[in-house]
């Protein structure tokens, strides 16, 4: 069965902990993406993966770090530089040819204690 | 930077009721436009997109867009709703189909009433 699988569904950190979301597929895509989520804001791009062993910040990286190790899993870690991190966080994955569609992980909510 | 703009946050209409919901966008080169869907407790998902060809693009459950690019525009129409178009609506662009990823508007929560 293909798709984005994202755990755990619930997430709740502790002030000064790190916190990691895991997103992993099975589509054999090569890009994949973290998206934050809040009520009102849409998602915002926080970093995305072409390849391998390679990723770019989007538009709001700070107090976030990723890995892309394998090509089927795409780790967010929220540090605790992330000063507000309560959000729904959406990994999604794609080929490199955006002109195709994305295909989003049924997402991960994150609250801070 | 590319910037979506989505122009209504909130509709409310009733069941049969005609559909249209702006996109705006600020990029002046080559785009790739996308309309994204959420229904409740589902992930999100593809409803249409356009990247070159004709301008009034076909999705899927009846919703069409219209690429107008003297307006920087992309709205969604549907004729006719039906309770369970019931959903959040995310107007999407990417420039130039490289993988730097998508730039999504703020969304549009449609509620469709019986």
């Known amino acids: 069965d293909g798709g984005i699988t994202q755990s755990p569904k619930y997430l709740f950190r502790k002030e000064g902990q790190n916190v990691t979301l895991s997103c992993e597929q099975n589509?054999?895509?090569?890009?994949m993406y973290w998206y934050r989520q809040d009520p009102g804001q849409g998602l915002r791009l926080i970093y995305y993966?072409?390849?391998?062993?390679?990723?770019q910040k989007g538009d709001i990286a700070e107090g976030y770090s990723v890995s892309r190790e394998k090509k089927e899993s795409f780790p967010l870690t929220v540090t605790s530089a992330q000063k507000n991190p309560t959000a729904f966080y959406l990994c999604?994955?794609?080929?490199?040819?955006?002109?195709?569609?994305?295909?989003f992980g049924s997402g991960t909510q994150l609250s801070v204690l | 930077a590319q910037s979506v703009s989505q122009h209504n946050h909130h509709v409310i209409l009733s069941e049969a009721a005609s559909l249209e919901l702006g996109c705006n966008y600020s990029?002046?080169?080559?785009?790739?436009l996308f309309w994204y869907v959420q229904y409740p407790g589902q992930h999100l998902q593809l409803l249409l997109k356009y990247f070159s060809g004709d301008p009034l693009v076909k999705g899927i459950k009846g919703f069409e867009a219209e690429f107008i690019k003297s307006k920087f525009s992309f709205n969604l129409r549907k004729p006719s709703v039906q309770w369970s178009d019931t959903a959040e609506y995310f107007c999407a662009v990417n420039s130039g189909g490289g993988a730097d990823g998508l730039t999504f508007g703020k969304g549009t929560h449609l509620i469709i009433q019986p």
């Open positions: 999604a994955s794609g080929f490199r040819d955006l002109r195709e569609k994305l295909f």
């Open positions: 589509l054999n895509h090569d890009a």
């Open positions: 993966s072409q390849i391998v062993n390679d990723f």
């Open positions: 990029y002046g080169g080559t785009v790739n």
